[in-house]
């Protein structure tokens, strides 16, 4: 069993926990095949058993937001006053930009943050690029081994080589990601970029410490998540970001850190029930199960590493990472059952 634990903040005592539960020998060894069969079936996602629910809450519904749902997107509210919750960022994303799913451009607080850093080193994640190299094309192995020795490129270099712009265009590339109008046709590519090279040179100005959640915009903590799959074979990343099961990830994401933007704004943490964001956050792990399929555990506790890393401040979390019996990765707040495992 893997458990990692870590605590954040100078004299704080908020921490997270993560645990990689193995199968209990019960699993190992295999059941009756009517146990498994009821097991398999209770156990898989709801949305897989053709049973929908509240994206806030998890209460079983089939009220959606109908705008979505005409360009492909189920995403399901029990009530109003849940969709409220998170419509201030919701609407952003609704409708038209619901799939493909548009991120929103710069605002002009991270044009200004993007142009400031503009000279920041920024040093690779090696426990990124170990993940990537786990299940990356031969090409792509060399090409990152051939980073790893090379000295860090700043955010300028980064942005300008990444979109193969010449030397001396950041800030006009910048300045561009601001206005719609002004997008190239890779736009996507460029913000998903642009927001998260100014996450990492935020990090490495902190000595690669935690962020504050509102250190970083909005937008910048969905795009995150997009950072955290290595790249895979099967699906390939460009496939993918290009599905409706990754637009319906980043929906969900939306809806976690909406629900994290309105408890921190709420003078009564009651607005805003923890259970909410739980419910929330386990619903985007069974989304990311359902669009790759070869989720790993590892690749799990990283996602969720980077989840929990934006939270950490509001409460201590247990995170509970698992294989349900029918081999698909689920991440849960409970532990499953066959916890505490002692082999």
């Known amino acids: 069993m893997l458990n990692r634990t870590v605590a954040v903040g100078p004299g704080s005592r908020k921490a997270f926990e993560l645990f990689i539960v193995p199968p209990s020998p019960h699993q190992s060894a295999g059941t009756s095949s009517t146990t498994q069969a009821h097991a398999t079936a209770t156990d898989r996602p709801e949305r897989e058993r053709g049973v929908t629910k509240c994206c806030v809450c998890g209460q079983a519904t089939d009220k959606r937001c109908q705008a979505c749902a005409k360009r492909g997107i189920d995403l399901f509210f029990c009530s109003p006053e849940h969709q409220k919750l998170v419509w201030k960022h919701h609407k952003h994303v609704c409708g038209p930009n619901a799939h493909p799913f548009h991120f929103p451009p710069l605002s002009q607080r991270e044009v200004d943050e993007l142009l400031e850093q503009g000279d920041t080193p920024l040093t690779l994640d090696m426990a990124n690029v170990d993940a990537i190299m786990r299940v990356a094309e031969p090409d792509e192995v060399q090409r990152l081994s051939a980073l790893v020795k090379q000295p860090p490129r700043t955010v300028r270099q980064g942005i300008e080589e990444d979109f193969g712009a010449p030397s001396g265009s950041f800030s006009l590339l910048v300045q561009q990601l601001r206005s719609p109008s002004a997008f190239p046709p890779h736009q996507q590519d460029m ?73 921190r704004a709420a003078k009564n943490s009651a607005t805003v029930p923890l259970d909410l964001i739980h419910c929330a956050i386990e619903q985007y792990f069974d989304l990311v199960g359902l669009a790759v399929p070869a989720l790993d555990e590892p690749t799990a506790a990283y996602t969720a590493h980077t989840v929990l890393a934006a939270m950490w401040d509001v409460a201590d979390f247990k995170l509970y990472i698992h294989r349900d019996s029918s081999g698909r990765v689920v991440v849960r707040f409970s532990p499953p059952p066959s916890w505490p495992f002692t082999a």
């Open 191 to 263: 913000l998903l970029v642009a927001r998260e090279s100014l996450k990492s040179a935020k990090i490495e100005r902190k000595s690669n410490s935690f962020l504050l959640f509102d250190e970083l915009d909005f937008w910048s903590h969905v795009a995150a998540l997009d950072f955290v799959l290595p790249p895979r074979r099967e699906p390939s990343n460009e496939e993918l970001q290009k599905s409706i099961s990754w637009s319906h990830c980043r929906h969900q994401a939306v809806v976690i850190f909406s629900l994290l933007t309105s408890r």
